[in-house]
């Protein structure tokens, strides 16, 4: 097995995505490597434009809400931080090294990023396995690394 030294975590909150943690978990205590933990919350900006299209299961947004919006980001920035905390603590107690980031924007971009800038040998992620229309709409965060990563990606679609 190639020994890998970072493995890129992405976690959003969900059990779903929380499907990935024993397989990373494994990989790590086998290899001795450090599990990069990863949550990226959207842009103000984003939701404040999604909201204004119509998106899908948002309303139109008045743009006298930016501010509000930005504020509730600046929440689930904390949210993220204490989340990951926790789960980052639940794997040290593991025996594993963990880091832990926050970061703000497209969730793939990001994540890609922060494996180039860390010079991860491979991104670990969950993917709700959508198919059709749904994937049409929502897009595929996973599918995305994947075209875009450049090093291995081990996607994990967990049971429902």
């Known amino acids: 097995m190639e020994a890998y030294r970072q493995i890129v975590v992405p976690l959003d909150g969900s059990p779903l995505a929380e499907g990935v943690l024993p397989h990373a978990e494994r990989l790590a205590s086998l290899c001795g490597a450090e599990v990069v933990l990863v949550h990226v919350v959207p842009l103000a900006s984003q939701v404040v434009q999604l909201g204004m299209a119509g998106g899908p299961d948002i309303g139109p947004y008045p743009p006298a809400h930016a501010e ?16 990951l905390d926790r789960v980052a603590e639940r794997l040290r107690g593991k025996g594993l090294r963990v880091a ?61």
Not at 68 to 77: D, K
Not at 148 to 158: D, F, Q, S, Y
């Open 68 to 83: 509000a919006i930005t504020q509730a980001m600046e929440a689930e920035v904390q949210r993220a931080r204490g989340y």
């Open 100 to 160: 832990t980031e926050v970061r703000r924007g497209n969730p793939a971009e990001e994540i890609v990023a922060l494996a180039r800038e860390r010079q991860a040998d491979l991104i670990a992620i969950s993917t709700h396995g959508r198919s059709g229309l749904g994937r049409l709409v929502f897009g595929s965060v996973a599918e995305a690394v994947i075209r875009t990563a450049g090093i291995p990606v081990l996607v994990i679609k967990p049971p429902r």
